[in-house]
């Protein structure tokens, strides 16, 4: 089965609230990155937390990262419309040359002004 | 801030074609990756290149699939006979170092529609 998988499937909520998702991956990773995408266009590097970090911030993104139960947490807090997006989880692991990061199925989110 | 590009930005072509996409990775970087994302799924790893040579290729990355790094600078994926599955979103990526512990830069995308 695959790395990363994000749930819910889809969230949406009302502009100023919170927005949690949340991901779960399978084997032993070197860390753990956050995407956004707004519909057809590319991948943007949100935040990356390291497998020996428990939480990390920036702006308005919040993520934490289990590893005991291989469980990570992407909250954004006070949300925005133009949050509105897809939010991917990704587990970077190391290969014999560099690493790989292995997508999970990803969260759409949609903010409502 | 430095960008990955890729060219075309969308690319239409008939069954049994052959196409090259085309990547700048970031001048600096050294490990350069192709992924794709068929419409409405998730983001698949393609293949990973270090070092002038493939360092890791997925299933999918079969016979008909080879890239190629000509110069300093471009990095192409090439689909030698194109089929109908082969219309995804195809993203470029480069990183600095292998070691983790650093964001992936990931080009805008080329769309590939395969008709």
């Known amino acids: 089965s695959q790395q990363g998988e994000e749930d819910p499937q889809a969230l949406s909520i009302q502009e100023g609230e919170n927005a949690t998702m949340n991901c779960s991956y399978k084997?032993?990773?070197?860390?753990l990155q956050w995407y956004r995408q707004n519909s057809g266009r590319g991948l943007v590097h949100l935040i990356l937390?390291?497998?020996?970090?428990r939480e990390k911030h920036s702006g308005r993104l919040r993520v934490t990262l289990d590893t005991s139960k291989k469980s990570s947490s992407l909250l954004i807090t006070a949300s925005r419309a133009a949050d509105t997006a897809s939010y991917f989880c990704a587990t970077d692991s190391k290969m014999e040359y560099g690493n790989k990061l292995v997508f999970g199925a990803g969260t759409i989110l949609r903010v409502k002004s | 801030e430095p960008e990955v590009t890729q060219t075309p930005s969308h690319q239409v072509t008939q069954m049994g074609q052959e196409v090259i996409l085309r990547c700048v990775p970031i001048?600096?970087?050294?490990?350069f990756y192709w992924y794709r994302q068929i419409l409405g799924q998730k983001v698949e790893f393609l293949v990973s290149?270090?070092?002038?040579?493939?360092?890791?290729k997925s299933e999918i990355f079969d016979d008909q699939f080879s890239v190629e790094r000509p110069d300093g600078s471009n990095f192409t994926l090439k689909i030698r006979s194109t089929k109908l599955e082969d219309s995804a979103m195809y993203f470029c990526?480069?990183?600095?170092?292998?070691?983790?512990?650093?964001?992936?830069?990931f080009g805008s995308g080329t769309r590939l529609t395969v008709v």
């Open positions: 937390i390291r497998s020996n970090e």
């Open positions: 290149f270090y070092n002038n040579e493939i360092s890791e």
């Open positions: 001048s600096n970087h050294l490990y």
């Open positions: 084997t032993s990773i070197n860390n």
């Open positions: 990526a480069s990183t600095t170092r292998g070691t983790g512990g650093y964001g992936y830069t």
